[in-house]
């Protein structure tokens, strides 16, 4: 069945630090890719997304292209924030759009 | 923006006892909804597929008889978790999908069960 990998966390940046949370998939076709965000406390809220191979999705200062030749997405700032501290989820839907598929989330820390 | 709202956030029950978790989409009709347990640390796993005025679809694995879903209007899909237990406790989250196909997703809810 489709699967979504993530690296593993938690990962622990200075502020201005350069940020990239790899991603990769396995799944049947071209799915829709997504980042999702969860701060303390809070559900998920979409970050990002492409629906399609070469598609650069961006927002806030992050950006994921998704790579149909290496099945990857990953998710990359220039200069992250102490506010950017969250759990990243790389997420897949199925070609019918009817649900999604997580990765593990990984944990990012921003110190100042 | 379009928002999915679910209550409570926090519940505690006994264990033997069921409890209901709300989930709605307060600016558009929703005719398929979501829902997903996230265990500590872990990622969200799918539970079940929620459908406005049908049955719900359950994943692989998730005791239909004890999670019970209802989709009785399309704003409002609800999680009965029936005689908890202990090892029912975890954080669920709803969402919601958009007549233009966006996810929209809740603020969760945490049950603990004692």
């Not at chain 1, 200075?14 to 396995?26: G, K």
């Not at chain 1, 303390?40 to 149909?68: H, I, V």
Request: contains cysteine; proline residues 3%.
């Amino acid at each position: 069945g489709d699967s979504v990998t993530q690296m593993e966390g938690p990962v622990t940046l200075s502020e201005e630090a350069f940020l990239t949370i790899n991603c990769t998939y396995t799944a049947t076709g071209y799915p829709s890719l997504f980042w999702y965000v969860q701060y303390p406390g809070e559900g998920l809220q979409l970050l990002l997304k492409a629906t399609k191979a070469d598609d650069k999705g961006s927002n806030k200062g992050f950006e994921a292209t998704y790579r149909k030749e290496t099945t990857s997405f990953h998710l990359e700032k220039g200069s992250v924030q102490v506010s950017d501290s969250a759990v990243y989820f790389c997420a897949l839907s199925d070609l019918r759009g009817n649900k999604l598929v997580f990765g593990a989330g990984t944990i990012l820390r921003v110190k100042s | 923006g379009a928002v999915v709202s679910q209550h409570p956030s926090w519940v505690i029950c006994k264990s033997g006892t069921s409890v209901k978790i709300e989930c709605r989409s307060l600016d558009f009709q929703a005719t398929t909804m979501f829902w997903y347990r996230q265990f500590p640390k872990q990622s969200l796993m799918l539970m079940a597929t929620s459908n406005e005025g049908s049955k719900a679809t359950y994943e692989q694995g998730v005791e239909k008889d004890k999670f019970l879903i209802n989709h009785a209007s399309l704003t409002l899909s609800t999680l009965t978790v029936t005689s908890a237990h202990p090892e029912d406790s975890s954080f669920y989250i709803c969402s919601a999908r958009s007549a233009g196909n966006t996810i929209y997703f809740g603020e969760g809810s945490w049950l603990t069960v004692v």
